[in-house]
């Protein structure tokens, strides 16, 4: 399934890219970068708040540095598009623009939940969490604020002292924090068996700039 959902997200990005044009996705993709730089790995980083809230704040953040680069683009391109060469040039530019766009995009998204998935490992092939494993992810959660934004730290105090009396099941973990309960039981099974996921991967690796080893879990 998420091998199909990738082949689909590339393909739409070249429909994408072709009505975009060249210039504004690129400018759209340079403000969302930058977007994402600042909130986790810049003077932003920590700021978020924690659990849904922090994520949805760094969606809003990510939408608005886009939309903010590519107004500034379509003003450009308004102008460029007047020559009707020029035109149909940045939109056949825009396809190619587009799949790299959207492979990128994917990669960067897979390197991500790949941290993530380091963060969760005492999770992992668990069907009950004991005092241990809950304590771990509350020492992860303390030392990345991001991991914080997904891992609500209160919703991890509740669920050490539950642990504490006796091992949390997955039914009873789904209840506290669905968001880490929902990657465990759908999205991280869809990542194991992924063939698409490794080349990605190993192609991403070669990156300027955001490039970085990273491999598949074998477990």
């Known amino acids: ?9 590339i393909l739409l990005g070249a429909v994408v890219g072709f ?3 060249f210039v504004v996705p690129l400018a759209a ?3 969302a970068v930058l977007t994402l730089a600042a ?3 810049g003077p932003l980083t920590g700021a978020l708040p924690s659990g849904t809230a922090g994520l949805g704040v760094g969606a809003i953040g990510l939408f608005v540095g886009g939309t903010l680069f590519s107004t500034v683009a379509t003003s450009v391109v308004g102008i460029v598009h007047r020559i009707g060469i ?7 530019l825009g396809i190619p623009l587009g799949m790299v766009t959207a492979a990128v995009t994917l990669y960067v998204a897979v390197v991500a939940t790949l941290v993530l998935d380091g963060w969760l490992d005492p999770l992992h092939g668990k069907t009950s969490f004991g005092p241990q494993d809950i304590a771990a992810l ?21 669920l050490a002292q539950s642990a504490a009396k006796a091992p949390v099941a997955n039914a009873d973990f789904e209840k506290v924090d669905s968001a880490v309960a929902f990657y465990e039981q759908k999205v991280r099974p869809e990542l194991l068996s992924s063939r698409i996921v490794p080349v990605l991967l190993a192609i991403g690796e070669k990156l300027p700039y955001i490039g970085r080893p990273a491999t598949v879990p074998t477990r």
Request: aromatic share 10%.
């Open 86 to 92: 020029l035109k149909r040039f940045d939109r056949v």
């Open 39 to 41: 909130l986790y790995a």
């Open 138 to 158: 509350q020492s992860v959660a303390g030392a990345n604020p991001a991991f914080a934004a997904f891992a609500d730290p209160g919703m991890l105090k509740l």
């Open 29 to 31: 993709a340079g403000g």
């Open 1 to 9: 399934m998420i091998d199909l959902a990738i082949v689909a997200f």
């Open 19 to 21: 009505g975009r044009g």
